[in-house]
């Protein structure tokens, strides 16, 4: 299956025995995210590696290697739609990922439940279907 994944699905890749990681590693997913994520993540390090005592390097090529990050030239086109639908600032860009790509949202956020042009499954929903 293939899937946008919001940055809370991100930063719970941190911890190492999460649902999460079991979905992603124990499944064949295809995961894609804003490229705009990765500076999320460098931005929230020192919490993410005090949270989790985690090597922050070591979880970001980790990320880095699961998800395929997309810049947003390749959706720009859909921000103007995004915004429509989605009113939180920072999950615009995962849903115009998401309209682009024709792909569902994994996400924890209820905002995203919101619309019914794109799918949303949180974690507990795909633990379930999967």
Request: overall charge positive; proline content about 2%.
């Amino acid at each position: 299956m293939r899937f946008v994944i919001d940055a809370n699905i991100i930063f719970s890749m941190a911890k190492q025995d999460s649902a999460t990681n079991k979905l992603i590693f124990d499944k064949e997913i295809e995961l894609f995210a804003p490229e705009y994520a990765l500076e999320e993540l460098k931005k929230y390090s020192k919490l993410i590696e005090d949270k989790y005592k985690i090597n922050f390097i070591a979880y970001f090529n980790k990320i880095k290697s699961q998800i395929k990050f997309v810049p947003a030239t390749e959706y720009k086109d859909k921000i103007v739609f995004a915004k429509q639908i989605i009113k939180d600032q920072k999950d615009i860009s995962y849903f115009a990922l998401a309209l682009k790509y024709n792909l569902p949202i994994w996400s924890n956020d209820t905002e995203f439940k919101n619309q019914n042009i794109i799918l949303v499954f949180n974690t507990k929903e795909l633990i379930t279907i999967m």
